[in-house]
Structure formats: structure tokens, C-alpha cells
């Protein structure tokens, strides 16, 4: 099996009757097909592309860890 190479994302924004092409991230093709995307715009970030489960839920639902909350205080005994 051959590696692919990355996919370019661009972003296209018309004005002026023109269209030009942005380079907005790069996208890696997984061996199970579904697709991984770097945004230039959220550097620390990774999104994955794939298609929906039969049954209709999404895979995120089984595998996700509740995020920390955000600002949330630490109780001492205090």
C-alpha cells in the first residue's frame, strides 16, 4: 500500500468578481479512511473527518473524554 501524500485545505474568498485560494491547513488520509485537518487559523487543534456509524451515532460519543472544566475551583479542606 502506498503513503499519501498530505491534502492542502484552502480556504476561497471571492471580491471583485475573483476567486482567490487561501492556504487555510493541511489534511492526512488515515488508513481507515477517515481524514485528519490542521487549521492554520487553530494551530493546537486537530479535527477527524469520518463517515457516520450505521446506527446513526457518532464515534466521538464512546471514545470522548469530558473536557476539564474551564475556571473551575479547586475545594480545599479549608
Given amino acids: 500500500m502506498s503513503q499519501q501524500l498530505p491534502k492542502t485545505l484552502y480556504l476561497l474568498v471571492?471580491?471583485?468578481?475573483r476567486?482567490?485560494?487561501n492556504r487555510a491547513?493541511?489534511?492526512?488520509v488515515?488508513?481507515?479512511g477517515s481524514?485528519?485537518?490542521?487549521?492554520?487559523?487553530?494551530?493546537?487543534?486537530t479535527f477527524n473527518l469520518r463517515d457516520p456509524k450505521?446506527?446513526?451515532d457518532?464515534?466521538?460519543?464512546?471514545q470522548a473524554e469530558e473536557p476539564p472544566a474551564?475556571?473551575?475551583r479547586r475545594r480545599t479542606g479549608q
Fill in 14 to 17: 471571492e471580491a471583485a468578481g
Fill in 70 to 72: 474551564r475556571n473551575a
Fill in 30 to 32: 488515515n488508513s481507515d
Fill in 35 to 45: 481524514i485528519n485537518v490542521k487549521l492554520d487559523l487553530f494551530p493546537g487543534l
Fill in 58 to 62: 457518532s464515534h466521538a460519543d464512546s
Fill in 54 to 56: 450505521p446506527n446513526g
Fill in 19 to 21: 476567486t482567490y485560494w
Fill in 25 to 28: 491547513g493541511v489534511g492526512f
